[in-house]
C-alpha cells in the first residue's frame, strides 16, 4: 500500500531543543518537500528536493534544516534558531514535473514549549 | 513571481446548495492550477488539477472547476453540497517554466462549512 508517513503524529518539545520531523515515501518518488502551515497562512514550503543528495530552500527555510540521503526519505531538522516552530508540518512528494501531483502525508503537529 | 489569493477565508452553505469557492492567481507564465481538501488534522487530497487542454476540469467528489485566463481565475464548484463536504480547500499555482517551476503557492485557504 503506497503512501507517504509522517511521524509522530504530536511532538512536544522545550524551548531551545533542536527535533527531527520524519518523512518517508514508498511511492518511488524523486521530488519530495516540507511545507509549514499556520492557521488562515496556507501551507508555506520550507524546503524541496528534486533528487537524492540534493535540495533547494524555499521561501521559509531560515531555522530549518535538511537532508535527502535516501530516495524515500527526507527528514527535516527544526532548530533552535527557528524563532516560532510551533506549527503542523506536512511532507510531500511527487514526480518531479510542473503539472504532476503532489501527495502529501498525514501531518506532524509540533509544540514547543 | 506567482502568488494565489482565495476570496473569503469561511464560506457556508446549506445541504444540497450550491457550492462555490473563489480562487484567483498571479503568474508569469501560464499556470498550473491545483484544488486541494483538507480535513481536520489530516494532509493535503487532490481535488483537480488543470495543466493544459480543457478549461473544465472535473475532479473528484462531484468537483469541478474553471480556468479563466482572461479573469484569473480559478473558482471552485459543485452544484449540490454535502454534510461530508466540510472542510478547508486550498487552491495553488505552479508554472511550467521559470524559477518557480515544479513549486506550489498555495492560497490562505478556505473553511466550508455545510449546514443540514
Known amino acids: 500500500d503506497g503512501g507517504i508517513t509522517q511521524s509522530p503524529k504530536y511532538l512536544f518539545r522545550k524551548e531551545g531543543q533542536n527535533v527531527t520531523l520524519s518523512c518517508e515515501q514508498n511511492?518511488?518518488?524523486?521530488?519530495m518537500y516540507w511545507y509549514r502551515q499556520d492557521p488562515g497562512q496556507g501551507l508555506r514550503l520550507i524546503y524541496y528536493s528534486q533528487i537524492v543528495n540534493d535540495f533547494q530552500k524555499g521561501d521559509i527555510a531560515e531555522g530549518y534544516s535538511v537532508s535527502r540521503e535516501k530516495k524515500e526519505s527526507f527528514p527535516l531538522t527544526v532548530t533552535s534558531a527557528q524563532k516560532n516552530p510551533t506549527a503542523f508540518y506536512l511532507c510531500?512528494?511527487?514526480?518531479?514535473?510542473?503539472?504532476?501531483?503532489?501527495?502529501f502525508g498525514p501531518g506532524t503537529r509540533l509544540t514547543v514549549l | 513571481a506567482q502568488s494565489v489569493t482565495q476570496l473569503g477565508s469561511h464560506v457556508s452553505v446549506s445541504e444540497g446548495a450550491l457550492v462555490l469557492l473563489r480562487c484567483n492567481y498571479s503568474?508569469?507564465?501560464?499556470?498550473?492550477l491545483f484544488w486541494y481538501v483538507q480535513y481536520p488534522n489530516q494532509g493535503l487530497q487532490l481535488l483537480l488539477k488543470?495543466?493544459?487542454?480543457?478549461?473544465l476540469v472535473k475532479g473528484i467528489n462531484g468537483f469541478e472547476a474553471e480556468f479563466k485566463k482572461s479573469e484569473t481565475s480559478f473558482h471552485l464548484t459543485k452544484p449540490s453540497a454535502h454534510m461530508s463536504d466540510a472542510a478547508e480547500y486550498f487552491c495553488?499555482?505552479?508554472?511550467?517554466?521559470?524559477?518557480?517551476?515544479?513549486?506550489?503557492?498555495f492560497g490562505q485557504g478556505t473553511i466550508l462549512t455545510v449546514h443540514p
Open positions: 510531500a512528494s511527487s514526480r518531479w514535473g510542473a503539472d504532476n501531483e503532489q501527495f
Open positions: 503568474s508569469s507564465v501560464p499556470p498550473y
Open positions: 511511492l518511488n518518488h524523486d521530488a
Open positions: 495553488a499555482v505552479t508554472n511550467a517554466g521559470g524559477t518557480s517551476y515544479g513549486k506550489l503557492t
Open positions: 488543470y495543466t493544459t487542454g480543457a478549461t
